[in-house]
């Protein structure tokens, strides 16, 4: 995320904080209630999250445990919103549990945002960024047979009433260095919509 920080502060004036989190050994309410504390700590009256793949998932998770917090949109980039045939694939297989650790399962396999976001999305403007360049590790596990980023497909980046959903020319590693994602993020953080 450390292209897209540069990018947010020197072009668009942004003061932006990077967060990261134990996926492996913490589970998805333990790495959203550190999210929690973590922006806290930034002493800010508004905190707009941007979040990559899991992380997207992650933010959501922490608005819907803490339904008062501080004001703030959610761009989600590559995120399975609607769960990961790939990670569901390797969640079925044994040796695969020490590489996708506890938050995996719970945020994409067991349940999935749209699950447990119905009423996050009437509070909060949430947009979604989605790839089709198929370029990622998930082609190794999963036959997509749709537009995705290598990893997620489209469609398993949809969220029932998310303010916006965007479909850009990108891979799921290449969201984050691409000018154009950083772009659509600080457009949509800014006024609740994509350029496009």
Same mark, same amino acid.
Not at 81 to 85: F, K
Not at 120 to 137: F, H, M, Q, S
């Given at each position: 995320?450390?292209?897209?920080? !540069?990018?947010?502060e !020197? $072009?668009?004036?942004?003061?932006?904080? +990077?967060?990261s989190?134990?996926?492996?050994?913490g589970?998805? #309410? #333990?790495?959203?209630?550190a +999210?929690?504390?973590?922006?806290?700590?930034?002493?800010?009256?508004?905190?707009?999250?941007?979040?990559?793949?899991?992380?997207?998932?992650?933010?959501?998770?922490?608005?819907?445990? @803490?339904? %008062?917090?501080?004001?703030?949109?959610?761009?989600?980039?590559?995120?399975p919103?609607?769960?990961?045939?790939a990670?569901?694939?390797?969640?079925?297989? %044994?040796?695969? %549990?020490?590489?996708?650790?506890?938050?995996?399962? $719970?945020?994409?396999? @067991?349940?999935?945002?749209?699950?447990?976001?119905?009423?996050?999305?009437?509070?909060?403007?949430?947009?979604?960024?989605?790839?089709?360049?198929?370029?990622?590790?998930?082609?190794?596990?999963?036959?997509?047979? $749709?537009d995705?980023?290598?990893?997620?497909?489209?469609? $398993?980046?949809?969220?029932q009433?998310?303010r916006d959903?965007?479909?850009?020319?990108?891979? @799921?590693?290449?969201?984050?260095?691409?000018?154009?994602?950083a772009?659509?993020?600080?457009?949509f +953080?800014?006024?609740?919509e994509? +350029?496009?």
């Open positions: 995320m450390y292209l897209i920080k !540069r990018r947010l !020197r $072009e668009y004036g942004m003061r932006v904080a +990077l967060f989190y134990p996926s492996v050994r589970t998805l #309410d #333990d790495n959203a209630a +999210l929690a504390r973590f922006i806290r700590a930034q002493n800010v009256d508004i905190a707009h999250i941007i979040g990559h793949s899991l992380g997207g998932v992650l933010a959501l998770r922490m608005h819907a445990n @803490h339904p %008062e917090f501080l004001p703030g949109r959610v761009v989600c980039l590559g995120s919103l609607t769960g990961s045939r990670a569901s694939f390797l969640n079925a297989l %044994e040796w695969a %549990e020490d590489i996708i650790g506890k938050s995996v399962p $719970e945020a994409m396999i @067991h349940s999935t945002a749209n699950d447990w976001a119905s009423q996050l999305v009437k509070r909060r403007d949430i947009g979604v960024i989605a790839g089709t360049v198929p370029l990622g590790l998930g082609r190794l596990f999963t036959d997509f047979n $749709e995705n980023d290598g990893t997620i497909s489209v469609s $398993e980046t949809r969220l009433g998310a959903h965007l479909i850009l020319p990108v891979s @799921h590693k290449g969201m984050l260095v691409s000018a154009d994602v772009d659509q993020a600080a457009a +953080l800014k006024r609740g994509f +350029l496009i």
